[in-house]
């Protein structure tokens, strides 16, 4: 290989290298549409990190963004759940800590299920107006808040009990990231209300 080529092959190179560094950092980047609308929520950079990845398909609609927002906060809450049924199984559990997942799991449960009826109740806010959209919503938000104050339920059982503290702070680890995020979709449910 003549040194000319040579030369030329690796500007082709790093001319491929940078573009790939500056699609990612594109790709990476949240949108402005994102970052604003997760300013207004309690835990803004959670709000961002965690809908970034969606930018594509929620663009600048305010649905979109709703509706993500509310899905991945069931699948957040059904991977949990799934968690915590697992421990649940684990053999050599003093009964006080059975007795803890088991209430867990239900109130994990019962929040999946208001999670569940609010992504359907969301999706007929997208075709109405007036009235109807204003019930349809005020059903979402309280259902909602429901469910966080169930996952909170969950939470505080087991900061009042005496539990081994490796299961304690792994449940409360991923439930802080339940309550986290389901409180954003909340605030992005308020003001997307309020907006109509
Ligand atoms: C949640 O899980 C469902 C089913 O796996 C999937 O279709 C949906 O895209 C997920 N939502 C988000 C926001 O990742």
């Not at 009990?161 to 802080?176: D, F, H, V, Y």
Request: net charge positive.
């Amino acid at each position: 290989m003549s040194m000319a080529s040579s030369s030329s092959s690796s500007l082709t190179f790093l001319l491929f290298f940078s573009l790939i560094i500056f699609i990612s950092a594109i790709a990476a980047t949240p949108s402005s549409f994102i970052k604003s609308s997760c300013s207004t929520t309690t835990y803004p950079s959670v709000c961002v990190e965690s809908l970034s990845s969606y930018a594509s398909s929620i663009q600048q609609d305010p649905h979109q963004l709703v509706q993500t927002a509310l899905s991945l906060s069931l699948n957040t809450t059904l991977s949990t759940k799934s968690f915590v049924s697992k421990l649940n199984k684990f053999k050599g559990l003093k009964a006080r800590e059975n007795q803890a997942l088991r209430d867990c799991l239900e109130e994990i449960g019962d929040s999946v299920d208001r999670l569940t009826r609010s992504i359907k109740e969301l999706k007929l806010c997208d075709k109405s107006k007036g009235p109807d959209f204003q019930w349809h919503i005020s059903n979402v938000e309280t259902w909602v808040s429901s469910a966080i104050t169930d996952e909170s339920t969950c939470t505080d059982g087991f900061a009042g009990r005496a539990l081994n503290g490796k299961l304690k702070s792994s449940i409360r680890t991923r439930m802080l990231r339940v309550a986290q995020v389901t409180s954003n979709a909340l605030s992005l449910i308020n003001h997307y209300g309020s907006k109509q």
